[in-house]
């Protein structure tokens, strides 16, 4: 069965300082790949996706940035945080065609980072 | 512009009770829609899903009802339970949007014993 790794749980990082965040997923190949931010009590926003390894779409314009350096792995960092980029951040898979117009299959989020900027 | 709201932000049921949670979308070229739960701390977990082909899917206890002509979504929890307590969000996908899922805002479920 395929199963989502995100970490850390938990963050708090001073503004200006550099971040991480990491996302692999297991039993898969190809997959989707997406980050999310959901801020307090709000629905979630979709930052990046990507399709394959290398390729990031963006969603919004943005203090962050994501890659894909492999198949099932995924990254989103930022090299100077801002107090704006406080959220709760998630990564998501979806199996490979959903961009090809198989839309038909969830997304399937791991549980999130926690992250805080002080 | 595009959206997918809910109409209620919180809602409140005794155990055993029954437990519909509504959604809005305005798109109607919207294909594909998905129910998450998303408990405290956690990602959301897919519940039930439904294409636009379709009016009704069940699951287990629950049943995911889709009105195109008026452009609502609901989801109905048989039996709610307390571990039913959660934020309940609905999505929606849509051809052109590629893979990308529009998210409503959430609807908090607090189930009473």
Known sequence: SQTIH????????????????????????????????QAAGRGLQLLFYSVGIGQISS????????SRPQDRQY????????????????????PAGVAQGVYNSPLHFGNGTRLTVT | GESVGLHLPTLSVQEGDNSIINCAYSNSASDYFIWYKQESGKGPQFIIDIRSNMD???????????N????????????????????YFCAEMRETSGSRLTFGEGTQLTVNP
């Open chain 2, 68 to 87: 195109k002509t008026v452009k609502h979504l609901s989801l109905q929890i048989a039996a709610t339970q307390p571990g039913d307590s959660a934020v």
């Open chain 2, 56 to 66: 009704k899917r069940q699951g287990q206890r629950v049943t995911v009802l889709l």
């Open chain 1, 6 to 37: 995100q970490w850390p749980a938990t963050l708090v990082q001073p503004v200006g300082s550099p971040l991480s965040l990491e996302c692999t997923v297991e039993g898969t190949s190809n997959p989707n790949l997406y980050w999310y931010r």
């Open chain 1, 59 to 66: 969603e919004v314009p943005q203090n962050l940035s994501a």
């Open chain 1, 75 to 94: 990254i989103l960092s930022s090299k100077k945080l801002l107090l704006s980029d406080s959220g709760f951040y998630l990564c998501a898979w979806s």
